[in-house]
């Protein structure tokens, strides 16, 4: 995955003097997950719950739900890293939310054939 590979083997090995890239590459791990995650549950969650519960709020406004569990799992994980050994970044938190915002923004836009499961 993109960020994967941002974080394990781009932001390691990048040499540069520039502040932007260096930021850039900071916060794309957090980044590309919220958008992904997202778009992999929003397929997930009409499997997971079947037709039984094609009622419920979950199934229906599934973007929503798929962007709150990806929110709250990365901000979760973010404030975890405070007890840990791994360093916590209110810019994490920032491009998290924004990246939300920005799938839900591309879930708006798409054609409605595209969210019918």
Known sequence: MVFNQIQDNIRPNYNGDSSVIKYLLGVAPNFFPAIGIPALFVLLIPYVLKKNYSGTWLYKKRHLSANLISVIGLIGWEFIQV????????NDILWTLIAAFLFHFIWLLSPQKFKEI
């Not at 007890?83 to 209110?90: I, N, P, S, T």
């Open 83 to 90: 007890a840990g050994k791994l360093r916590f970044d209110w």
